[in-house]
């Protein structure tokens, strides 16, 4: 592997900005999660751009969806579904409630929850449905809400992978109780680790504040009242997460360039998918999703394989988490199809179009 030439799948773009705002913070020496300005920056900043009331800054994305479905209240006692077609994070958030996580099919264009399942998995202990906007795309959020309406259920989008995705224009994570954000090195922005939850409700608004935080009384130091959690998020961490933001709209518009690329650079060639976009979506490729269509799991892999001998490094498609020891089995006869003949392409804001070029001609050699 000449290191040089290699490609990765994934990096982080780091400019003057980033390094200002977090050079400001350590000679500030507000490093932690109390004092120091930039934490309220990040969360008015992110509420505003998804046009909700409110926005809370957490340690990771992960962390963020389980204090969310902590605060709805979602317990032992109750069924929480998801989709099977998902990072294993989603899962575990859910699982650490105790609530029995319920995997459920996707829709094979969008690869993301699908509402007709949905309908098929509710029972009296259903709480809560966790839509994912899988690789940037949004689910279908009008008839996901329809769904909840009907039998009273929450619904918190995982958007970790989706910042700035929209549904018929309306931005992902203002569309239903709660949405749940990572800034995880390899997402749209990046704070290193770290997360975000945004909701219009001020009920939950004040609750995931107060658990956020050990569950502190206000009114009297060091008093608790419930068992809360160190959820909290750095100045550190928010400083970086200040700069990326600022620098958003530039990233969605790259990624969108870059699958651009890879379109023109693909064409013609037959029995292959890339990002699908539906009607009423618009989609931030968080990942160049390549579906090889015939393939199965070890074809793939064959695959994947050639192409980091040329210098050229991708992912797999997420495994069913239905297959996962820890999680009950579920028919999911898309997810399980679908798995076996996806795989990621590079796209980071540096990547070049000669590199896609390449990765390209590459891939038509062998395909
Ligand atoms: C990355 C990711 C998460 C978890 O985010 P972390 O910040 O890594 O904890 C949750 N859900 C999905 C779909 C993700 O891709």
Request: overall charge positive.
């Amino acid at each position: 592997m000449n290191i040089d030439k290699f490609i990765p799948i994934s990096r982080p773009s780091i400019e003057k900005k980033e390094i200002e705002y977090v050079t400001d913070v350590i000679k500030s020496g507000w490093v932690s999660s109390t004092g120091g300005k930039y934490i309220d920056i990040f969360e008015k900043k992110f509420a505003q751009y998804c046009n909700t009331k409110y926005a809370v800054a957490t340690s990771s994305g992960t962390s963020a969806l389980h204090l969310t479905l902590v605060c709805l209240g979602i317990t032992s006692d109750d069924e929480v579904i998801i989709p099977d077609f998902t990072f294993i994070a989603t899962a575990n958030a859910a699982k650490y409630t105790g609530a029995k996580v319920v995997t459920v099919d996707i829709d094979d264009d969008t690869l993301c929850i699908s509402p007709e399942a949905i309908r098929k998995a509710i029972t009296s202990k259903t709480k809560a449905i966790i839509p994912v906007h899988v690789y940037g795309h949004p689910a279908n959020m009008l008839e996901i809400n329809k769904i909840a309406k009907e039998y009273n259920l929450f619904v918190v989008e995982d958007a970790a992978e989706a910042h700035g995705a929209k549904v018929n224009g309306k931005k992902v994570g203002g569309l239903s109780d709660a949405g749940t954000f990572s800034f995880f090195g390899n997402k749209i922005i990046t704070t290193g680790e770290g997360g975000m939850i945004t909701t219009n409700s001020k009920k939950l608004y004040k609750k995931i504040r107060y658990l956020r935080d050990h569950a502190m009384s206000d009114k009297k130091r060091y008093w608790h009242t419930e068992v809360g959690f160190n959820y909290r998020i750095t100045n550190l961490q928010a400083a970086l997460g200040v700069a990326q933001f600022e620098r958003i709209d530039d990233f969605l518009k790259k990624r969108k360039k870059i699958f651009g690329w890879y379109q023109e650079g693909l064409r013609g060639v037959k029995e292959i998918k890339l990002n699908h976009q539906s009607s009423w979506a618009t989609t931030v490729y968080w990942v160049i999703c390549l579906e090889l269509k015939n393939y199965n799991e070890s074809k793939r892999d064959a695959l994947m394989k050639t192409l980091k001998n040329k210098n050229v490094d991708t992912r797999p498609y997420f495994y069913p988490v239905s297959d996962m020891p820890m999680y009950d089995d579920s028919y999911t006869p898309i997810t399980h199809k679908i798995y076996q003949r996806g795989l990621n392409l590079p796209s980071y804001f540096d990547i070049t179009k000669e590199q896609v070029s390449l990765i390209c001609s590459i891939l038509k050699k062998i395909l």
